[in-house]
């Protein structure tokens, strides 16, 4: 069983960044997904197990940045200008053979970390 853990969620000014990691208890393709009140769970980014492909949601415009340490299997997820609209809970997922935005095809989740923008 797959473990993941999330981290580094809280309250920020619009404009402000934060940092999420989550800790995997091994090497799998990864992907960032965030979820806010009454809305669907959308992608954010996705990055492969070696690092050496990423995918960003186009409506990012590139303000978030995914990256990977793989000597510590952490992912991370750098959020820039963050906006209001950014308020969601973030989720960590991986799989073994899918590097996507189908959220449907990761097969473990972790358990959110809450970011909230204040204007």
């Known amino acids: 069983q797959v473990q993941l853990v999330e981290s580094g969620g809280g309250l920020v000014q619009a404009g402000g960044s934060l940092r999420l990691s989550c800790a995997a208890s091994?090497?799998?393709?990864m992907a960032w997904f965030r979820q806010a009140p009454g809305k669907a769970r959308e992608f954010v980014s996705a990055?492969?197990?070696?690092?050496?492909?990423?995918i960003n949601a186009d409506s990012l415009k590139g303000r978030f940045t995914i990256s990977r340490d793989n000597a510590k299997n952490t992912v991370y997820l750098q959020m820039n200008g963050l906006q209001p609209e950014d308020t969601a809970v973030y989720y960590c997922?991986?799989?073994?053979?899918?590097?996507?935005?189908?959220?449907?095809?990761?097969?473990?989740w972790g358990q959110g970390t809450q970011v909230t923008v204040s204007s």
């Open positions: 997922a991986a799989s073994p053979n899918y590097f996507g935005g189908n959220r449907n095809r990761y097969d473990f």
């Open positions: 091994g090497l799998y393709a």
């Open positions: 990055i492969h197990w070696d690092g050496g492909s990423t």
